[in-house]
């Protein structure tokens, strides 16, 4: 090799060393940027080629850069709550506006605040991606719909948030000692008793609608009868239990001599009751007084020993009320004397919906299916004893809300029956989740308008019937009223959270973050942003701590991963093969002036 070759190798050393001092300087220049990312200078040999091993040939050197994007920089807390770190080989998807048509760009400047517009923007201007949520549910593991699907931040979009009803608790004790509505002497004969008559009980219950209004819902409660067969004697005067009903005059069963028989059958053989002067053996099926009729009724288990078979009472009015206690038997007095059941006898009523069988009383509706005395009793909870209900413990169940379509009289949107076993406890069955819920759908408020409707489940497992007072001892429900946007947070699970006046607060998108088969292979750009470039390998999208994307860590940022003593024992070193390949230039210069003064 000449002389000149050995100066061009020297000065290809120094211009090496000119390119490694030039990212040094970069580097220590960028030691504060947020996110910024080292880059280092590799030395590369160079040679002119030959056919032979023992031939020298003329060499050199040549400097690349080696990009460290895949060396964590130090986290430092912040007291921004928008502010979010990468603990990992994730970066933050950006692009420089919210055009969808833009470029996607990649970072680690964590530094984000929403600008006049109200989207999310880091400190060098880039506007940050995400994934919209909905109901606040975050996608799990990797975004199956890929970096398209990405919107950008916007967090104007819910500058007002209101959360609509979905659940409302009562605790509600209903009077065991009221008065049943009794259909049978009521206008119409049939349930349901509906607005007809007076509620013994009601409770209004304010809910939020979909679209953030306070409406008003109502829940009447009157006990009736019940919907299963049953007779009642309406006698000419009040019957009381002493009341002597053979051959007496005075009393209100005149008709009734000794020798007649009243005859019941509820599908478990026929009860015939004798009726005596005189003291009455009740184990004999013989009767004198209405307490001796009761008791037999009251006893009788139809052979079967399976249970009671009827239920006998007198109501608050004196009149003979008698149910059979099976909700799906009817109940028929045909045998039975004429002056026992006739109009100077107990005077039973004929049944309205068995027309043409005057003593044949059938049940009145379903009660697990839909039906003219229950209309929406799938929306109540479904009985736990359908077999042998409290026959006296009855209530039916009307929930009114306004004319959605703008009048003012409220309309019944549902209505069922509930039942009270003898303990006073309601006789329904738990769902799974061991709640006991009466459901209403799509519960409309006002037809003019859409999005308000709501579906409202009210949780009425501790509901109970007990004598005395009607009392409501606890109630709660969900829902909040409209709040204007008061904060707006990342968490550590990479959720945008709005905050807002009312106490609500909502996730309204999920940060996903980038990954690359090679991180280092992507392109540095001004603003500490990288493009993707080939040499980075596949992209993947997944949210935090899924998929190797690393976790994001709420108020805080990523320090630039420059560390000063590397970089200036690394200047040092530049310097000094710097000062080393110059010497060489000078070393041969003096040769070639030596060269030079041969001539002389």
Do not use: C
């Amino acid at each position: 090799m000449g002389l000149f070759e050995s100066l061009y190798t020297g000065v290809m050393g120094m211009n090496a060393q000119s390119k490694s001092t030039g990212m040094i300087s970069t580097n220590i220049a960028n030691q504060t940027t947020v996110g910024y990312k080292k880059s280092e200078a590799a030395f590369h040999d160079l040679f002119a080629s030959s056919m032979y091993s023992g031939n020298y040939s003329h060499g050199g050197v040549y400097a690349t850069e080696v990009h460290r994007h895949d060396i964590q920089g130090q986290i430092q807390q912040t007291v921004s709550t928008t502010d979010a770190a990468i603990n990992g080989s994730g970066f933050f998807a950006v692009k420089k506006s919210a055009d969808p048509s833009a470029e996607f760009f990649f970072t680690r400047n964590g530094t984000f605040n929403p600008d006049s517009e109200g989207i999310l923007r880091n400190s060098a201007g880039f506007v940050l991606y995400g994934v919209p949520l909905s109901q606040g549910l975050a996608p799990s593991g990797e975004i199956s719909g890929g970096i398209d699907s990405l919107e950008p931040v916007d967090i104007d979009i819910l500058n007002s948030q209101a959360v609509p009803t979905t659940l409302v608790t009562q605790v509600v004790n209903l009077n065991a000692a009221e008065t049943a509505y009794n259909s049978h002497i009521l206008s119409g004969g049939t349930l349901p008793i509906g607005q007809t008559q007076a509620a013994h009980f009601s409770r209004n219950q304010t809910v939020i609608d979909g679209q953030g209004n306070q409406r008003q819902i109502t829940l009447e409660y009157r006990k009736i009868t019940g919907p299963m067969a049953y007779a009642t004697g309406d006698a000419t005067s009040e019957i009381n239990a002493t009341d002597v009903l053979v051959d007496n005059a005075a009393g209100p069963t005149p008709g009734i001599t000794a020798g007649d028989t009243l005859s019941v059958s509820a599908g478990t053989g026929t009860l015939t009751i004798t009726f005596v002067n005189g003291n009455a053996d009740t184990s004999l099926n013989q009767a004198n007084t209405m307490q001796d009729v009761m008791t037999i009724l009251n006893t009788y288990n139809g052979g079967t020993g399976a249970g009671d078979t009827f239920d006998a009472s007198l109501d608050d009015s004196g009149n003979f009320i008698l149910r059979a206690v099976d909700p799906t038997a009817s109940l028929n007095l045909g045998l039975s004397s004429a002056s026992v059941t006739g109009a100077n006898g107990f005077n039973f009523i004929p049944d309205p919906i068995s027309a043409g069988s005057p003593l044949s009383y059938d049940p009145m509706a379903s009660l697990t299916a839909n039906g003219t005395a229950n209309p929406n009793q799938t929306d109540f909870p479904a009985f736990a004893n359908t077999t042998n209900p409290n026959t006296r413990g009855w209530w039916e169940v009307t929930i009114l809300t306004n004319d959605p379509a703008g009048g003012s009289t409220p309309v019944e949107v549902s209505r069922g029956l509930l039942n009270f076993d003898g303990n006073g406890t309601l006789n329904a069955s738990a769902g799974a989740n061991g709640e006991v819920n009466l459901a209403l759908n799509n519960l409309d408020f006002d037809s003019s308008q859409t999005g308000e409707e709501i579906s409202l489940t009210i949780e009425i497992g501790s509901f109970s019937q007990f004598s005395g007072a009607y009392n409501v001892t606890f109630t709660e429900q969900n829902g909040i009223e409209p709040g204007t946007l008061s904060q707006v947070s990342i968490d550590n699970e990479g959720r945008v959270l709005g905050t807002y006046s009312n106490g609500t607060q909502l996730a309204m998108y999920q940060i996903p973050l980038a990954t690359f088969t090679n991180p280092n292979g992507l392109v540095d750009l001004s603003g500490t942003i990288f493009r993707y470039g080939f040499d980075a390998g596949d992209l993947t999208l997944s949210t935090g701590g899924t998929e190797g994307a690393g976790l994001i860590r709420a108020s805080s940022i990523e320090n630039s991963n420059v560390d000063l003593a590397d970089e200036f024992a690394t200047l040092i070193v530049s310097q000094r093969a710097f000062q080393a390949n110059s010497r060489v230039v000078n070393t041969v210069d003096e040769m070639t002036e030596q060269l030079r003064s041969l001539k002389q």
